[in-house]
């Protein structure tokens, strides 16, 4: 069964502070992985997109890695600001049909604490 | 940037309403979907559609339709609103397997 699994499932941090998010995944055929950013209330934001053949990639401040052998995939923040505060989901892209379908982790809810 | 527009952010029905949900995309993008959210659950594909007049379920079509008269309009259909599907509705577009872009999303509230 496809699944994306995200740990930790909130998360609470001092600003200034690094803090990095996790995920899992059981998706097969692979096709790309994404991290996205959802503030309350609103739709997700793409963060970042990653093939099967990059392993890291970059956004201003937030990095993401993806391991394929172990199907891992991580989301580092750096210096995190209030703005951070808001839900980062991972999702899973595995190939299909006329469309590839996106399976989605539950997020981890971030909270950035002045 | 693709700029895909709900046409409501917060919606209040009563139980046994035909409710509509729409969503216009502006760039052209060939697939567009429909997901609820839901705590705990994630997002969860109700139903996409790859073309104009084509339309597929996903994995929770029960109790909705969907209508893609135009390539850059789809709209979601409760036929009867019930309670249970008081949720956050997003709609997405995208061209291709990798140009993925969310609406602002649409909190419906069933009563």
């Known amino acids: 069964k496809n699944q994306v699994e995200q740990s930790p499932q909130s998360l609470i941090i001092l600003e200034g502070k690094n803090c990095t998010l996790q995920?899992?995944?059981?998706?097969?055929?692979?096709?790309?992985l994404r991290w996205y950013k959802q503030d309350t209330g609103r739709g997700p934001v793409s963060l970042t997109i990653m093939t099967f053949s990059e392993n890291t990639k970059s956004n201003g401040r937030y990095t993401a890695t993806l391991d394929a052998d172990t199907k891992q995939s991580s989301l580092h923040i750096t210096a995190s600001q209030l703005s951070d505060s808001a839900s980062y989901i991972c999702v899973v892209s595995a190939y299909g049909g006329a469309t590839n379908k996106l399976i989605f982790g539950t997020g981890t809810l971030l909270a950035v604490q002045p | 940037d693709v700029k895909v527009t709900q046409s409501s952010r917060y919606l209040v029905k009563r139980t046994g309403e035909k409710v509509f949900l729409e969503c216009v995309q502006d760039m052209d993008h060939e697939n567009m979907f429909w997901y609820r959210q839901d705590p705990g659950l994630g997002l969860r594909l109700i139903y996409f559609?790859?073309?104009?007049?084509?339309?597929e379920k996903g994995d929770i079509p029960e109790g909705y339709s969907v209508s893609r008269e135009k390539k850059e309009r789809f709209s979601l259909i409760l036929e009867s609103a019930s309670t249970n599907q008081t949720s956050m509705y997003l709609c997405?577009?995208?061209?291709?397997?990798?140009?993925?872009?969310f609406g602002s999303g649409t909190r419906l509230t069933v009563v």
């Open positions: 559609s790859y073309d104009v007049k084509m339309k």
């Open positions: 995920c899992n995944y059981t998706v097969s055929p692979f096709s790309n």
């Open positions: 997405a577009s995208s061209l291709g397997f990798f140009g993925y872009t």
